[in-house]
Structures are given as structure tokens and as C-alpha cells.
């Protein structure tokens, strides 16, 4: 039977650890409704100027843009992935690069070039782990991602897409269904054609049908709009890695808390049986040494 004392010392630690977990549940709670809400206010914007980019790209105009058109032959290639500052948070960042490496390997053997940009202290570790060498790290990235840092990343790929230094983006992060579901997807984000053909074959006749009327002309339209969809689009996987992340971490807190408490409830049960005999075995030293004194 262990000790009275050590089984004691371990169940006030464990009702210590118990309470920073149970602190942390709160903390990601709170953050993660804030995420929530941010996240929810940008699906609108995102959902609609995605829809204005696809509708136009599907109405057969004679206009065209680089960022709409597939490149044949990419020799170039960048994937992004999206993980967390800190850990704590269950499998989410170990779901995130368990999708990314095997992206990396195909694009490998069908692209020269392939670089690895990676936001996130958990995902630039795991790739060097991995043996998979991070050209650009991005590390300020927290609960609440702010578009003007996003918009600078943005603006640096649609350059790079532009001037021929990458034919391809691939962005692989944790996509926010519900409180109960998260995926780690990817999306290919460059060329944003590729996206359009996914969902113009889901829209009906009457919308693929309909004529624009451009002013002052479509040219000075989609110079503006195409860009800002492509960068609305970034933003929002921005926002969904970071309300999974705090989803993640306060399931992971949750069960930690709750395991914590099954196990002090343990330790007590195992403490009572030994303080117990511990009492029974001192009754019966002090029975016998009165019994010796009585002889």
C-alpha cells in the first residue's frame, strides 16, 4: 500500500494542475466566441465577392486576368500551412501537417520547384521534424489575425503569381464547420479559376446566362475585384484556423479537467485505504503494547 503522505502530496498537485486546466478551458472559451464572431462576419463579405468573381469568370466575357487563368505547365509551386503558437490543443496541429505532407510530396513529383511557407511555431517545428525545409515563417499570428497583416502576406503571393515566381498557392489549414467538426483541408487558392469551375457547375443555367453591363469598364473592375477575393479568401482561412484552434484547445482542456477530477477521485479512494491502515496498524501496536506492559 503506497505511502499516506506521497498519495496525499500527488492529489494536491493534481488539484493544482486541475485548476490551470480548467483556467485554460475558460480562456479558450472566451476566445473562441470572440474568433467565432469575427469569423462569422467575414463569411458574408467572402461569400459574396467569391460569388461575384465566379459568376463573372463563368459568364464567357472576353476579359481576362492572370489571377483567373490556369497555368498548363506549373514549374513553381508554394504551399502554406496554417497552425498554432502553442500547443495544448489536442491533435490540431498534428491533423494540419498530417494533411500537408503528403500535398508536398505529390507537388514534388510533378513540380521542379516547391516551396513551404508555415504561420505557426507548431507547424514551422513539426516541418523542420519532418526534415521539410520553411522559406518563410510567419509567427505573430494569434486568436484574433488582423486582415492588414494578412493583406501584406497577400499581396507578397499575388506578386510572386504575377511576375512567374510561383504558378501555384496550396493553403492547408483546419476548416471551421461547427463547434463539433473541424477539417484540415486544402484549398488551392492560385489560380483563383481553379475555384471557379467547382462552383459554377453547382449554379444554374439562368445564372451562368446573364449579361453584365460593365461602367466605366470590366478590365478596371476585376483589376480591383479579383485581387480583394483572393485576399478576403486568405483572410477567412486565417479566421478558421484560429477559431478551430481555440475549439481544439478547449476540448483538450475540457478532458483534461475532467480526467484530473477522476483521478483525485482515485487518489482519494487508494489515500483512504492507506490511511486507514495505517490507523489499523498503529491500534494494533498500541494493543500490543499494553498487552506487553500487562505481562
Partial sequence: MANARALDKRRKSIRNIRKITRTMELIATARYKKAMDRAQA????????TKIVK????AGLDVKHPLLEPRDNPE???????TSNRGLCGGYNGNVLRTAMPRIRDLRDTIDTVAVDASGKRGVNGLKFRKTLVDNAYLGFEDQPAYDEVEKIADQYLTEYVTGKID??????????????QIATIETLLPLGSLSDEE??????NEKSVEFEFLPSAESILEEVVPT????????????AAVSEQVARMIA????TENAGDMIKQLSM???RARQSQITGEIMEIIGGVEALAK
Fill in 76 to 82: 513553381k509551386a508554394r504551399v502554406l500551412v496554417l
Fill in 253 to 256: 482542456m475540457k478532458g483534461a
Fill in 200 to 205: 459554377a457547375a453547382e449554379s444554374d443555367d
Fill in 168 to 181: 501555384r498557392l496550396d493553403v492547408v489549414y483546419t476548416k471551421f464547420i461547427s463547434t463539433s467538426r
Fill in 270 to 272: 487508494t489515500y483512504n
Fill in 229 to 240: 477575393s483572393f485576399k478576403v479568401r486568405l483572410f477567412k482561412c486565417f479566421l478558421d
Fill in 55 to 58: 459568376r463573372l469568370a463563368a
Fill in 42 to 49: 467575414a463569411t458574408a463579405y467572402t461569400d459574396q465577392i
